[in-house]
């Protein structure tokens, strides 16, 4: 198998390439939803500085390693789904460059010349022929 053959078939070059390529979505959205993030981190911080006390006194240190396993499991779970999204992504963004790349390297077909030539009329009214049509 080729290099290119291996790397069309593998995974994680596809996560990589669905992964860059929603980095790139992410970062064109970015210059709009600073302005309006920052206000709501303000007023969610005032919001819930008071609620912080109380869930410190409802929390107890036995429940805490079941949560963490279950917090884990869900993550892990969400990162493969993820990752397959990902994936995904990639597997389109590289056969969308690949057809893009094929149309752009893909030769013009060139007109049909023909190299025959018509025979020579000489002065007597005779046709002499051409060395292209005499080798048939």
Same mark, same amino acid.
């Given at each position: 198998?080729?290099?290119? $053959?291996?790397?069309?078939?593998? &995974?994680?070059v596809y996560t990589v390439a669905g992964a860059g390529d929603f980095a790139v979505e992410k970062l064109r959205e970015v210059p709009g939803q600073v302005d309006r993030y +920052?206000?709501?981190?303000?007023?969610?911080?005032?919001? /819930? +500085?008071?609620?912080? $006390?109380? /869930?410190?006194?409802?929390?107890?240190?036995?429940?805490?390693?079941? @949560?963490?396993?279950?917090?884990?499991?869900?993550?892990?779970?969400?990162?493969?789904?993820?990752?397959? %999204?990902? $994936? *995904? +992504?990639?597997?389109?963004?590289?056969?969308? *460059?690949?057809?893009?790349?094929? %149309?752009?390297? %893909?030769?013009?077909? &060139?007109?049909?010349?023909?190299? =025959?030539? @018509?025979?020579? =009329?000489?002065?007597?009214?005779? @046709?002499?022929? $051409?060395?292209?049509? @005499? &080798?048939?």
């Amino acid at each position: 198998m080729t290099l290119a $053959s291996n790397l069309r078939e593998n &995974k994680a070059v596809y996560t990589v390439a669905g992964a860059g390529d929603f980095a790139v979505e992410k970062l064109r959205e970015v210059p709009g939803q600073v302005d309006r993030y +920052r206000e709501q981190v303000r007023e969610t911080v005032d919001r /819930y +500085r008071g609620e912080v $006390s109380r /869930y410190q006194q409802r929390v107890e240190a036995k429940d805490l390693p079941g @949560a963490a396993v279950a917090y884990a499991t869900h993550f892990g779970t969400r990162a493969v789904e993820f990752i397959d %999204e990902l $994936s *995904e +992504r990639g597997r389109k963004v590289v056969n969308r *460059e690949a057809v893009q790349v094929a %149309e752009a390297t %893909e030769p013009e077909p &060139k007109p049909v010349t023909r190299t =025959r030539t @018509a025979p020579q =009329r000489r002065a007597n009214g005779t @046709a002499r022929q $051409s060395r292209t049509t @005499a &080798k048939k």
